[in-house]
């Protein structure tokens, strides 16, 4: 019953029962004072007090080594054991005035004269001025021991948590430099503000058994460990929902922070309301990371793992969870956490390794393209003849060779060009191509903005197409570019020509798979790619979303 | 001589028309240009040619079947193609010569040489065999000899079968491996078939061969034979 009532750090505090009378009377000190006309209760049912009170308990020990006794509570205090003072903590008054506050524990030495074995009465005089609001009844525990023990338990009790403190303090600035680096990634934020909050209820757990304060702050560190209790439950889930990526995150969140809330505030006990919000908090986590997990989520096998660990570890260890498991606990189900992020950064640095790796391969395939022996040597060999017989026209076809070849050259290795840059593209192959073929061939772009973004050499690619697959007769042939929106998607229409066999050859090959590879590269699974023949043209009709393209 | 081209790229076709011109002079008997394969075939079965000069990416696509198809007929076949990683592929199936793009006049000089007599540069690994509407690829080492029929040749295979294929044999044997020999106007047979050359009556002679038929060899080509068997 540790960290809640005050008086924790020492057993069987639930059956002491005591003598208890209000007033002030300092021969009640006395070891042989008759107080059986006095009140009988358990310490912390009795209610609240004005004013100075006494209470007597009679303590049996077999005890051989130095006694200690501890007198902890929400009070200004002074002890008698036998009827003899053995200290005190503050100084209890008669009225606020009078009262000095004084630490909330304390341990009290027993002189060795008075260390023996046997029956002994403890008599406390305490006064309660400075009770901090929100704190009703007596708040107070006495125990006795050896003295030594008495001293070290409080100092065991305090010291385990901060072994993980500095783990955590760490944690919390190595993901907020995380973060600062990487600021779109959330749950590196998230995860830093758990371990700084846990870190945070650490402090304040630990404060008391090994700094101490004085009794007047008791429901300011109540409050701000159902505070912190309430924060860590709810950054826990946070860090899960955005990690694991799950669908109404907010609404999650929004739903545990309801019954956090009603949990730390509606239940008037302290500790059932930390223990109750702390099993919420575990089954919320509990609940995100098996989603994930059956979703397959890279990591989420180790969050889960960790989210179970602590939730076993609270069922079995009931109250004293605080006390003595939460925080190595709650380590391991952090460690499950930072490994199923650092799990996820690796899954997301290979997809980002292939996502290059498909740049750099189109890259690769669109210049390899016009390498390609079936466009360059056919090029070259047109070439030469214009050198031997028309040298005029051998210029003008190197020069458009040239322009294409350098457009080429600047668009490759972007993912997204302007249609002016592909149309350029396309003009200069057309110019190429009517040279070798004869042929005059026109692009129609009228229908189109040149402003807009496309990746490079798609619809250059299509009427790439459409020019090797068809025996287009000397004379005029017109390519139409029409571009148009609806229902909010970009449509892109390329209207060929096409000559007798070449139907249904156009509509597969390497060309097609560039064009979707690139569209896929772009808009992942948001385009769409269709041909066929309408009134003796070929047409192709790209769709793409409208957003993320510019 | 009677050429054909078959050629989509219109200013190609006309360089190949005016190189082939240059080179072959008045020995042009006909020479005609088609630029899509359904005119050609349309042109071959109305006439004969020699040698046809075959582009083998006709409107981008892969030929190698027309090749195949191609190399079975009768007449020659000259491949032109930008793709020269398939030269010996082309070889292979039985085509004289395989032209890469871009190519000029002297390239143009030496296949014309190989047409007018010399063998191919690479001879044939296979034949292709026209069959009833598909083409038979027959490895050249299956071939114990070939046979005149006309103005077609019989391939008579080791395990006896014969096929006919369209070329003559003076045109199969400017594309078999110089391991077959013309031991008679009729006759070539691969030379590491013959076993025993026979002297029969009237100083006429005959070679036997190893699965024990007898073909004649003519008789001013005896003394060739005879050295070549010793060589081998």
Known sequence: MAFAVVGCTVKGEVDNIVRYQQGDNQRWAAADWDDSDWGEAALLSIQDTTGIMWIRQSIDTEEMNTLGLSVSGVVAREVYWDGVMIGRAGRVGK?????????????????????????????????????????????????????????????NTGIIPLFFLGGFILIALYYAVLFINDYRRLPYLL??????????????????????????????RISLIDLLTGIVGLLLSATFAFQFRIAKKWKVIGVLAVILCAALLLIDDHETGTYVAFVFSLLSALAISGWASWRKASGSYLALAGVLICLITLVLSGYDFMEEAFFPAFGLLIVGLLTSVSLQIREERKQHAVAVATTARLENQLLKKHLQPHFLMNTLTSIIEWVETDPEQGAKAIEALAAELRTLSDVSGNRLI?????????????????????????LDDRGVDKDKMIPPAVIHTLIENAVTHNAYPPGAITFTLNEYYEANRRHLVLETPFVGESKGRQSSGSGLKYVEARLQEIAPHEWKLSSGSENGMWVTHIELPVTGLT | MRVLIVEDELVIARRLERLLTEVLGADIIALHHCSALREAEKWLSEHEVDVVFLDLNLNGEDGFELVKDAAARAFHTVVISAHTDRAMEAFEIGVLDFIGKPFGKERIRKSVDRLQGARASHPAVSLAVRSTGRIDIIPVSNIAF??????YSELVLRDGKVRVHSKSLDRLMDVLPARFERIHRSYVVRIDEIVQIKVREGSRYSAILASGEEIPIGRTRVDHVRSRLAAS
Request: charged residues 20%; contains cysteine; glycine residues 10%.
């Open chain 1, 95 to 155: 009225h606020r005035e009078a009262e000095v506050v004084g630490p909330i524990d304390r341990v009290f030495r027993i002189p060795d004269s008075l260390s023996v074995p046997g029956r002994h009465v403890v008599a406390v005089r305490i006064s309660n001025f400075h009770k901090p609001s929100g704190i009703s009844g007596l708040r107070m525990a006495i125990d006795h021991g050896e003295y030594r023990d008495l001293v070290g338990s409080s100092f």
């Open chain 1, 191 to 220: 995860t830093s503000l758990l371990c700084l909050s846990v870190a945070g209820l650490l402090v304040a757990e630990s404060w008391r058994p090994l700094i101490g304060y004085t009794y007047n702050y008791h429901s300011l």
């Open chain 1, 418 to 442: 302007t249609m002016g840059q592909e149309l350029a593209l396309c003009s200069a192959h057309l110019e190429v191509m009517g040279y070798r073929h004869g042929v005059n061939f026109e």
């Open chain 2, 146 to 151: 070939v046979r005149a029929a006309g103005a």
